[in-house]
């Protein structure tokens, strides 16, 4: 496979448009850069200049993925706090995101995804709710 050599203002421009199609972090820009096969000392400098230029905000990719992993995946608190550490997503970061969650549609994702297994006993049930990152005393205001 030809490997392409790129500038880098056109490497600068291509991941702008990559950024502006979807919210993403740094985390996953990063591997985009690298599956673009972009040398590594540019790297930092496309991140800074994305970061500078409001491309990448990882407070607004914490909040935007708390959403969409409540209201369209049903996930707790818990499942998600993991998965945004995975992205190297900071800790304050996910912790205000996590406040933002709307209590009602948070509640109504835990008791969607309790009406999912109908005829579980209550320990599969309580297995199931707990691997979807709800907390124990989360789960029992529903049992």
Known sequence: ???????LPALISRAER?????????ADV????????????DIPT???HLTQQGF??????????????????GWGRNKIKAALFAKFIEE?????????????????ALKKAAAQKKGA???QLLRFLLQRGFTYDEIQTIL
């Open 46 to 48: 496309v991140l800074d």
């Open 18 to 26: 990559y950024c502006a199609t979807a919210e993403h972090c740094l």
């Open 30 to 41: 990063r591997l985009k850069l690298r599956q673009w096969e972009c040398h590594a000392e």
């Open 1 to 7: 496979m030809e490997t392409i050599e790129y500038s």
């Open 121 to 123: 006993t209550h320990e």
């Open 92 to 108: 304050s970061a996910i912790d205000t995101a996590l406040t933002s969650i709307d209590a009602v549609v948070y509640h109504n």
């Open 56 to 73: 990448v905000d990882e407070l607004r990719y914490a909040r935007a993925f708390v959403h969409d992993q409540v209201a369209y995946h």
